[in-house]
């Protein structure tokens, strides 16, 4: 090591000592951050913010197929993540498209140890903070170097400061019976051998015991379980025509011992696969401008996709131009400058509270205690009266918001954090009962002679079938397809349709809500991205939508199978 070098024989020493009692990975977490803290180096500057982050899960997965299982799984594994500061809270070496120094998981001759070795600990973590540091160095220095040659327009700090925190909650192990829920995944898996013509299935369980650990050199000690359960089924199918269909069903539990009972699983199973079979029959849509209305699980979809990601503004780092951290592409908040601005009509509100840990009876997915940076969450008001009031916030300053309130749950590049909502909660003051609702968009396609109206029932998010590709025809975020959409008439009667998407709609189209019923649907989901995954949950009524726009992509479809499929004896 170029810079930690000379600190080698001490770090030999320690290795020697007796390991310590307790939380063996919490104490070498915090003994070196403590060391490397009071590090010195002549000539270079010393950091100024240390943190170790360690997820870690035990878990266990198993798929199955057709009554067959195709793969099972117990793992262990601890994934860290150190970040070393140089400069001070308003200027350092993050934020910067040039590079992302400071930043470390990997250190050479491989990953951290899933035993508590002290020793081992120890010099895995002395290994990559040396290394972080220096990049973080290298870093900083092109980051000045780049500033020579440009004009900020605005000056934001690069980190905020954020009140040290010491909460350690009690990881337990993962107490499964493997055999038991390898026979359900198989059993439950046969169901798709009643729909032969379903061409592909699978049924996905895992469930994972496990959280994180964070150490900084605030004084923030973190220990935070995080435990989940799911069992996934996924099927598709091909209409006459080629087109590939998709759908999928999903069961959340925090906790493996209070997952849905099997015939439960069953019903919801059996009518996914129905909605397959009945969607590939089903005439392909026309193109259709109109009114639409989202019921059920379709209508916490629409809100958790188009105006969840929204509340999470992103900044764009120094120096890039049209690009984004690790080279992903750049996009802004759809809000962004909007703070005080009508973005639903005014009967609505919107609270993401993670401290609320039920609804009516039902345990919330999306709780927690503490965020991935340390921070403590409170309820948050983000919309009054269809009034824009605020963003879900990390510790990287936005323009206008300096501090964190708490919502840092998702990676947003090296070593940044990205928001996300807890347990979204979307209300309207003026609710009508949920069976007017569909009365009401009768009555609008009458007013304006129109043959039919759009009802959506499920949308495919979070995606079974592949994420959307590209934006929208005229431009903006792609927003996901609906997978059960049906046309209804003057007389109240219902046509699936297929291969229909939307164009142009956006957190802007949430202003022409015209209603929204006396119901609350709520949708559990794993949000989840570069790898990490947070619990989500969207409580929200079903709503009527006054003007949409879908479209019946142009698309190569792709040769239907040539032999029958096999008869299938259960």
């Not at 700090?157 to 995944?185: K, Y």
């Not at 209305?293 to 049209?322: D, K, T, Y």
């Not at 401290?355 to 409170?378: C, I, M, N």
Request: hydrophobic content about 40%; charged content about 20%; aromatic content about 8%.
């Amino acid at each position: 090591m170029l810079i930690f070098a000379a600190l080698g024989a001490a770090i030999l020493a320690v290795a020697q000592a007796p390991a310590p009692n307790g939380d063996v990975l919490l104490r070498a977490m915090r003994d070196e951050v403590d060391r490397s803290a009071r590090v010195t180096v002549s000539g270079l500057a010393a950091p100024y913010f240390i943190e170790y982050v360690v997820d870690e899960e035990d878990t266990f997965s198993v798929s199955a197929s057709l009554g067959g299982v195709v793969s099972r799984r117990r793992e262990q594994f601890r994934a860290p993540e150190i970040q070393v500061r140089v400069g001070d809270y308003q200027f350092d070496n993050t934020n910067f498209a040039g590079g992302f120094g400071g930043f470390g998981g990997a250190a050479p001759g491989g990953g951290l140890p899933v035993e508590n070795s002290y020793p081992v600990l120890r010099r895995y973590f002395w290994l990559e903070t040396d290394a972080a540091y220096k990049a973080a160095v290298e870093t900083l220095s092109r980051k000045r170097a780049t500033l020579r040659n440009m004009t900020q327009n605005d000056q934001i700090n690069d980190f905020a400061h954020a009140a040290p925190v010491r909460f350690l909650g009690n990881f337990q192990r993962l107490a499964i019976d493997e055999d038991a829920w390898t026979n359900r995944a198989r059993s439950l898996s046969a169901v798709f051998t009643q729909f032969p013509s379903i061409t592909y299935s699978v049924v996905d369980l895992e469930a994972t015991n496990g959280g994180f650990y964070i150490v900084n050199t605030e004084g923030t000690e973190v220990r935070e379980p995080e435990n989940v359960t799911f069992l996934r089924a996924r099927a598709t199918a091909q209409a006459p025509d080629g087109m590939n269909i998709a759908d999928g069903v999903t069961f959340h539990s925090l906790d493996a011992g209070r997952m849905p009972a099997d015939d439960e699983m069953v019903r919801g199973i059996t009518a996914m696969a129905r909605n397959i079979v009945a969607l590939a029959a089903a005439p392909k849509g026309e193109d259709y401008t109109g009114p639409v209305m989202f019921e059920g699980q379709a209508s916490p979809q629409i809100l958790a996709e188009v105006l969840g990601r929204n509340l999470a503004p992103v900044r764009r780092p120094l120096g890039g131009v049209g690009g984004g951290r690790g080279g992903a592409a750049f996009t802004a908040s759809e809000l962004e400058g909007r703070i005080g601005a009508r973005v639903l009509p005014d009967s609505f509100d919107v609270v993401d509270d993670p401290t609320q840990k039920e609804w009516h009876g039902r345990p919330l997915f999306g709780s927690y205690d503490v965020d991935r940076e340390g921070v403590a969450p409170q309820p948050l008001r983000l919309i009054e009266k269809g009034v824009l009031k605020g963003f879900l916030l990390t510790r990287e300053p936005m323009k206008g918001f300096e501090g964190s309130n708490g919502r840092a749950r998702l990676p947003s590049g090296p070593g940044n954090s990205g928001a996300a909502i807890s347990n979204l909660f979307v209300s309207a003051s003026d609710a009508v009962p949920a069976a007017d609702l569909k009365k009401k968009l009768i009555e609008l396609i009458q007013a304006r002679s129109k043959p039919y109206g759009i009802l959506v029932r499920k949308m495919d998010f979070p995606s079974v079938g592949g994420a959307p590709a590209g934006g929208q025809p005229n431009g903006g975020r792609p927003v996901s397809a609906p997978i059960a959409l049906f046309q209804v008439y003057p007389d109240g009667h219902e046509v699936q349709v297929r291969g229909l998407r939307f164009r142009g709609l956006n957190v802007k189209s949430l202003k022409d809500i015209l209603a929204a019923g006396d119901d609350s649907q709520v949708f559990d989901f794993m949000n989840s991205q570069r790898g990490f995954s947070a619990e989500t949950c969207v409580v929200a009524p079903s709503i009527l939508i006054d003007d949409l726009e879908l479209y019946a992509p142009e698309e190569e479809q792709p040769k239907l199978p040539i032999v029958p499929p096999p008869e299938i004896t259960p």
